[in-house]
């Protein structure tokens, strides 16, 4: 085996070698193989010239490498040094040397590695890290980084200038310690829906901030893979504002739903109230037994009772996210609207479901939305029509349909139908259907509607069942 090892042809294995070899005496080129010359573009009838080949920025330290090895026989580490081609373009290279003794001489055995590929790779690593860094540094939004535990693994610089804690305050912690009490169901059901279906999510929820503070955050959070560990990236800004807007908005338009069955409500009052008194009189004068007509002064109070707790309860600005009967919800509505539907000739049928319908929200915003629908369907509705609300459920969806049998909406309006100011009543402002498509959605439902000239419209509300 030896014998068959000692007949190779050793320059020939070295000739065609991928790595670039020299064999240098002092800073004289004794050899050079094939890859050399290909990688500073000269031919082999071309001499190499050791101070021509080398960038002038290297050829001190270079010097130095080369008296290690023939000097002091030693073996030099790889450097990064720049060669010059023959057209004169640098070419980033990686150099080591080590001794090579030919009949008691000591020459400078050096292997050349083409890396200016590697060079150009770390250059755009580079710009690339400092352009993430500049936007990162700059931006506006929190850029948030999260495990699936909720542990925070990164978070932008501009999370101090929005809500006051420094990088190092917050990677570590648990998301759920910065988010308002009441939104953490928000949140977790958000959590719940990225880890089943992988898909970006739509989140707005309070954070905390350093001073106690919370602000409204609109976040945008997509899952991705580091390390084969699902994390969670999250875009979040500030629009406390925007949220203030828009209370106030639904507070105004539910002002003015207020004035308009104020009348209704007024007038159901009026009823129990003329009862009593009549009642009152009679027994002032000592006609009637008292005994006998307290269940029915009572009941008549309890009436009048109820229609103010109910319009104060919608009235009241409070807002509140938990679980609510749907089933309930219409139930109070239609109490409310029934006086101005009745003053009308116009029957509103709606048949409640004995089972409970649970849905997740604001109980007052939810029923701003159905105010608004009924009551627009029984303002489209002509004397002695009807408007028919039903509810039902599947596949984890509650959906809630109001129809009336009035004029309908011509095809070319309906996808401008919730637009803010567009209605098709002389003296509506189209900012109650806006309202309520915005209350919705941030339900996470949507409002459907379907419309036929001259035989009605149908509204359908769907929503998310509460688990």
């Known amino acids: 085996m030896v014998t068959y090892m000692n007949s190779l042809d050793y320059s020939q294995i070295i000739n065609n070698s991928t790595t670039g070899i020299l064999v240098v005496d002092n800073r004289e080129i004794i050899y050079a193989n094939k890859y050399v010359y290909e990688l500073l573009g000269y031919s082999y009838k071309d001499l190499l010239d050791f101070e021509q080949i080398l960038h002038s920025d290297y050829k001190e330290a270079c010097k130095q490498r080369l008296k290690r090895v023939i000097e002091d026989k030693e073996k030099v580490e790889a450097m990064e040094q720049v060669f010059i081609d023959k057209n004169g373009f640098p070419i980033d290279v990686e150099v080591f040397a080590s001794p090579y003794v030919q009949d008691g001489k000591v020459y400078a055995q050096v292997h050349i590695h083409n890396i ?4 150009l790779y770390e250059k755009e690593y580079v710009q690339s890290v400092e352009q993430y860094k500049l936007i990162s540094e700059n931006i506006s939004d929190v850029i948030t980084e999260i495990s699936f535990d909720g542990t925070i693994q990164y978070v932008s610089p501009s999370v101090e200038g929005l809500l006051g804690y420094g990088e190092d305050e917050i990677r570590g912690k648990n998301i759920y310690e910065y988010i308002h009490p009441d939104d953490k169901i928000v949140l977790l059901n958000a959590y719940k829906k990225l880890k089943k279906s992988v898909t970006t999510s739509n989140i707005c929820c309070r954070v905390k901030c350093k001073d106690e503070d ?3 955050m609109e976040s945008k959070a997509k899952v991705f893979t580091r390390n084969n560990d699902f994390r969670v990236i999250v875009d979040s800004r500030n629009v406390t504002d925007q949220i203030e807007s828009e209370k106030l908005l639904r507070q105004s338009e539910k002002l003015a ?4 069955l104020s009348a209704g409500v007024v007038h159901e009052i009026k009823n129990p109230l003329t009862s009593i008194k009549g009642f009152l009189q009679l ?3 000592g006609t009637i037994k008292t005994k006998d007509y307290i269940n029915i002064l009572n009941s008549e109070i309890e009436r009048i009772e109820q229609l103010a707790n109910d319009l104060l309860g919608f009235a009241k600005p409070k807002e509140e996210m938990n679980s609510h009967n749907m089933v309930q919800i219409i139930d109070e509505v239609v109490f409310l609207i029934n006086s101005t539907a009745r003053s009308k000739n116009i029957q509103i049928t709606w048949r409640p ?3 409970p319908v649970r849905v997740f929200g604001d109980k007052s915003q939810l029923k ?4 608004n629908l009924i009551k627009n369907a029984v303002e489209a509705s002509e004397t002695h029509q009807r408007v028919v609300i039903e509810l039902h459920t599947e596949e984890g969806k509650a959906f809630v349909k109001v129809r009336d049998f009035g004029c309908g909406i011509p095809k070319e309006y309906l996808d401008k139908v919730g637009e803010s100011f567009f209605t098709t009543k002389k003296k509506g402002t189209g900012l109650g259907l806006m309202v309520s498509h915005k209350i919705i959605s941030n339900h996470e439902g949507e409002i459907l509607i379907d419309s036929i000239v001259n035989e009605g419209t149908t ?3 769907k929503m998310p069942i509460a688990r």
Not at 116 to 119: E, G, L, N, V, Y
Not at 257 to 260: D, F, K, L, P, T
Request: hydrophobic share 50%; net charge positive; glycine share 4%.
């Open 283 to 285: 027994m002032q004068a």
């Open 116 to 119: 200016t590929k590697r060079k």
């Open 257 to 260: 739903v207020i004035g308009e």
């Open 459 to 461: 509204f359908m509300v």
């Open 368 to 371: 701003q939305v159905f105010i």
């Open 214 to 216: 919370y602000l409204w």
């Open 353 to 355: 479901k004995e089972d």
